[in-house]
C-alpha cells in the first residue's frame, strides 16, 4: 500500500507579504488624512486674562500651559498630521473646555483645580513635554509657578474673577 504523497508545503513569499503591508499602510496613512477632524486651529479673540498676581506666574504658565488652556495655541507643522493631529484637536478642545485663561470672562469650570493640578504634577501632561521642552519646568520654576498660581486663583484671590487684557499680545 503506498503511503499518500507528501502534500507539498506551501511557501510563504515573506517579501511579498511585507510589500503589501506596507503599502497598505501608505495608502491608508494617505487616507485618513481626508479626514475633517482635526484641522480646526482656530486661535479665537483674547477677551479677558486672569488678574495675575506677576508677569513671571503669567510667563511660566504661558509657557508650561497656554498651548491647551488658551487661544494663543501655537500649533506645530505635525498637528496638520493624522493621527497627531486628531490628538492635538482633542487636548486642545478639552483643555480650553476646562481652563481657559483667555476666556476669564466667561465662567471656568475647573478654577479651582489650576494649584492642585500642578502640585500633583498632573499638568502639563507629561507626554506633552519630550515634544516642548520649554514647557518643561525646573523645580525651582515648578515652585514659582505653584505659588503664584496660588496667589492669583486661591480662595477669594482677584485672579478668580476678570483681570485685565495687560500683558496679552505679548505671550510669545
Ligand atoms: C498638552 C495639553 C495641556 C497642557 C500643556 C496643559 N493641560 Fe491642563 N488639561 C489638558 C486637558 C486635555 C485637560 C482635560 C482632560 C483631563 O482632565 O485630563 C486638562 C485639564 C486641566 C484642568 C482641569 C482639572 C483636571 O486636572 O482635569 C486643570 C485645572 C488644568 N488642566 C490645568 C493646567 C495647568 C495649570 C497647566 C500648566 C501648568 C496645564 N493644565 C497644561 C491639557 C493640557
Not at 485618513?32 to 479665537?44: A, C, D, K, S, W
Not at 503669567?58 to 498651548?67: E, F, G, T
Request: with cysteine; charged share 20%.
Amino acid at each position: 500500500m503506498d503511503s499518500a504523497p507528501a502534500k507539498p508545503k506551501r511557501k510563504i513569499r515573506w517579501k511579498k507579504v511585507i510589500a503589501w503591508g506596507a503599502a497598505g499602510i501608505v495608502v491608508l496613512a494617505v487616507l485618513i488624512q481626508f479626514v475633517p477632524y482635526g484641522r480646526n486651529h482656530t486661535n479665537p479673540p483674547v477677551t479677558m486674562e486672569p488678574a495675575w498676581d506677576s508677569p513671571q506666574t503669567r510667563q511660566l504658565a504661558v509657557r508650561a500651559c497656554y498651548d491647551c488652556h488658551s487661544n494663543e495655541t501655537t500649533w506645530p507643522w505635525y498637528s496638520n498630521v493624522a493621527p497627531i493631529s486628531w490628538y492635538v484637536q482633542h487636548d486642545v478642545d478639552e483643555g480650553r473646555a476646562d481652563i481657559n485663561f483667555s476666556e476669564w470672562d466667561r465662567p471656568q469650570n475647573e478654577a479651582d483645580e489650576i494649584v492642585k493640578s500642578v502640585r500633583d504634577g498632573e499638568m502639563p501632561p507629561g507626554i506633552y513635554l519630550p515634544t516642548h521642552p520649554d514647557a518643561r519646568l525646573s523645580p525651582a520654576e515648578r515652585q514659582a509657578l505653584i505659588q503664584g498660581l496660588t496667589a492669583t486663583f486661591g480662595p477669594g484671590k482677584q485672579g478668580q474673577r476678570g483681570g485685565t487684557l495687560a500683558g496679552v499680545g505679548s505671550a510669545h
